[in-house]
């Protein structure tokens, strides 16, 4: 290896060690997805085998084994349970309430991902350190790729490792847990050894290790499949070779020998062709979801509209150019757009170097162009496909076409160098490359890292902290105030940092409020409070509410309490007083209620140091620890401004400069100087961006600050006092189906009188409820509907977490909130009338069965509706007609009959004239050649789910039924009768064919012989 190969090799590994160090994680793509898949092949030793455990490795539960079997050591090496864990969003709603649900980041990020690492961040960092060696194999093997395309002295195949070294996401690619890594590598080796073949070499462990590479290769990732004509033409290119069959042999059977028993295996056990068609079936076996419902979709016509609909070609193509350079977080970060526009510049000149002389594309394409340009081709296709395939956002990644980065890096390598021989040094590209990309890449951690800040929270026990002054004062159940650290003295003028510590041994129910105040020493000899210095707010200034607490949660909470530039004219020393306040939670603007913590520290004692200066401001405006002056600022939910007004007396309150209404916050307390004056020489004020406060601008009087609220738009409304309520937390307001609206103000338990008509090729039946919150909430919850017949046997089900994407926990009171339920029908659900029982549970391990149902109207459970479910028969004609009728309003139109061995299947087709009053039940016997009964099932219609006072005017209904013949049943002919009777009194409905009684009221359908 050349000095100046290793240069760059060693300045990319410093990057990319740099970067996994620092990354938060889990905001890498699918970072937290692959990470679930490694714990559980960590904790089995194996990757999932069945259906069950697919789901339970998560949402990437059914891909290629291979990555994960050689970098599932370190987690199990730690343990799958140790401690501190990373806090992924999507385990616990209550995640999502220090951002209201509007963050695009999937780890909340604490101090326990801070040096030095330990428990599941130490086992996720080792992960990450395994990716650099697969880029380092993937850019030797570039290297080494490019050598025996263009040897020495040519820079192209050095200049392609610079652009691959230096590509910001391939850095990223590298830095973070991705199966990507391992197929890179795999993939370029493989495209080594096809060059290899193609200029000669054909020694048998060459094809043998084509064949094992492939074989790897798809073991990693399923699409590598998509390199197998690539592998064709490769073969096909090498057809006069000598021994050209027996080589291709040996490659079959050392593939065939790799993937050959897993693929085996995952189509035995997971193929779907008998349920979704040969094509799809099989890809179903891969467990890619996207993918086989996509090719669904498109053998029956159905999959490009809504992928064009919802990302235009053009726009998805952006998408996915950019991305190829620089992106990050789940497709939520991007650079500037200048910063491609350098890229774009960049490629240009390389594209420039192919036209000087178009001469040279006339020759004969040598065979290995054809190779590199089929590689680069084919996964063009690849993206293109899950583009037309699915409409979501993450087909468009730039990612998804390193599998050819080194056919790129080197074609992009080769045009620089035909561009700039002529002109420049032939190191002008590796100066230029690495000048631009090494200041990307400095530019990348800027980019990301302010997304994500770091909750000053953490799980390490707290007699393991240093806490200068502790405290243990209860603040409610199973939380407490533990100490707190602050200097002894501050400047007027300045801000004061007070950093309390709170610790959680249970999850909180409530939010409260904050008030932390310097006061005068002579306070203790009176009863009157004198506060030199104030502030007010929220845990961690609104960014970790109580609600958001964790068991085992320890909080550094530092507050900055502005100390006014007027105060301390007189030596006075100062001690802390803090107060929490209770926030009712039944109401919209969080009201304070009688303190649960109030505390005067004795210790320290703090002293104000005054200031020399002439022209004091009549207002003071303060985020946190800056003093704001001439701007506008944006606040971010819960957070406070303080502002101080010297001008005691006059209007100081914040105004909406679009509605001029009142200051959203009462919040205030007067301040008072140290030298025995008992009025107030100023008055602190607090704006706290409170989820209800309306959006908007608000400007201070005598300030020139601006501050900017943008806060989640909510939609609330007045409060039903006759809504049916689940423990007094939420209403049902209304259910929506596709052709019905049912308001549930004022509703009880009772079933709709007019059923709603389900016919079951309508597999999934959309059901759109209103909730109205009733109070804040501090338990996420589960809404349960389900579909129940007479027997309570479920016929349809849906039960998801209660909002979503918007869990019910960041619901303000009042607030109205709309969420659509697919309620799944069963397969096969038998016809009849279903009641949909509406529930909300709230889960806990603590409880006996893990969950309870939240009460309504002492009741557990809510049915609003009826709904009927017909069978698949219901409005064809009855394949056998036969027409006759039971009394004068009930007629038999006809039936269908099969014969089985010992039994037969019967369904009766009803009709009836008028409102019937009685519940009859039916009867269908099978008469023997002696006159006795040896199959009879009596129930009313549809096995009791649908009783025949139900049906409606003109009513249709199939009616089926299975006669068994007893064991003891004799050989000959047996008659099938079918009638009615009223159950509490046995008289059978008078039965008629043609107006002519029938014996016994029994109606003859068929006579029938058994052997």
Known sequence: MNYRLAFILLAFTLLTLYQSATLPLGEADDETDHYQYLQFVARTGRPPLTETERHTAGYKGGLAPLYYELTAWPIAWVGTAARPDVRRLDQRPERHIPTDGLGFNRVLHTLDEQWVWRGQVLAWHLVRLLSLPMAWLTLLTTYALGRRLWPAPSPVPFGAVVFMAFLPRFIISSAVINDDNLVFALSTLLLFI???????????????????????????????????????????????????????????????????????????????????????????????????????????????????????LIAWFGLLYRSFWFEYGWMELFAPNWVYGCFTIFLLLALLGYFPKPHRFLKP???????????????????????????????????????????????????????????????????????????????????????????????????????????????????????????????AGEALPVTLYWHADQEARQDYLLSLCLQTFEVFKTSEVYPVACWRGHFVNGRYPARAWEAGDTLQDTIYMPIPSQSAPCPASYRLKLTVWPLASNIVIPTIEAPVLEQIFEQPLITIQPINKEDLPKIEVWQADHRLTDSKVKVKLNETISYIDYTVGQASCLLSLDRQD???????????????????????????????????????????????????????????????????????????????????????????????????????????????????????????????????????????????RYPNILWTPTEIVEETYPLQLRPHAPAGLYRLEMSLLCQDKALPNGYEFLPINQAEHLYPLTIRLLDVADGMPPPISFTARLSDSIHLLGYDLSKQTESISLALYWQNEAKIATDYTVFTQLLGPDGQVYAQWDNPPQAGRYPTTAWANKDTVVDRYTLTLRPDAPTGNYRLLVGMYDALTGERLPATINGQLQPNNALELSTLSWP
């Open 662 to 804: 009142a200051c959203p916050t009462t919040l205030s307390t007067p301040l008072y100087s140290s030298c025995g004056d008992d009025k107030p020489f100023a008055q602190a004020d607090f704006f706290i961006a409170h989820a209800v406060v309306p959006g908007g601008s608000y400007e201070i009087p005598l300030a020139k600050s601006t501050i900017i609220f943008s806060p989640r738009q909510r939609q609330t409304g007045a409060v039903f006092a006759t809504a049916p309520v689940f423990g007094d937390q939420l209403a049902p307001l209304s259910l929506k189906l596709p052709n019905q609206s049912l308001d549930l103000t004022g509703f009880k338990n009772l079933l709709g009188l007019n059923p709603y008509i389900l016919h079951p090729t309508e597999t999934v039946l959309p059901l759109t409820i209103r909730w109205q919150a009733q109070q804040w909430q501090a338990d996420p919850l589960v809404v349960s509907l389900k579909l129940l017949d007479k027997d309570f046997a479920v016929g349809g089900e849906r039960v998801a977490p209660l909002g979503g």
């Open 365 to 491: 394409v040598r065979f290995e162009y054809k190779v590199l340009v089929l590689r680069l081709a084919l996964f063009l296709f690849v993206v293109l496909m899950r583009y037309i395939l699915s409409a979501t956002l993450d087909t468009g990644q730039g990612r998804h076409l390193y599998t050819a980065l080194p056919v790129i890096a080197l074609f992009i390598s080769l045009g620089l160098h035909r561009f700039v021989a002529s002109l420049l040094p032939p190191y002008f590209l590796l100066l230029t490359s690495y000048s631009l990309f090494s200041t990307i890449i400095l530019l990348n951690h800027s980019l990301i890292l302010n997304h994500y800040p770091t909750m000053p929270v953490t799980s390490t026990p707290p007699d393991q902290l240093t806490i200068p002054y502790r405290q243990h004062i209860p603040l409610a159940k199973g939380l407490s105030f533990i100490g707190f650290d602050t200097p002894r003295e501050i400047s």
């Open 194 to 312: 096809e060059i290899l073949i193609l200029q000669g070499d054909t020694r048998t462990r060459i094809f043998i290790a084509l064949g094992l590479l492939f074989g790897l290769a798809v073991l990693t990732k399923y699409f590598s499949l998509i390199l197998l004509p690539e592998i064709c033409l490769t073969l096909w290119l090498s057809r006069r070779t000598p021994h050209i069959l027996r080589l291709t042999t040996y490659s079959f059977i050392a593939l065939l020998l790799t993937a050959g028993p897993w693929f085996g295996f995952i189509i035995m056990r997971f193929q779907r062709v008998a349920e979704l068609g040969w094509i799809p079936g099989l890809a179903a076996s891969l467990g890619e979801p996207q993918i086989t419902n996509g090719l669904v979709n498109l053998l029956s016509g159905q999959a490009s509209p809504s992928a064009a609909v919802t990302y235009p």
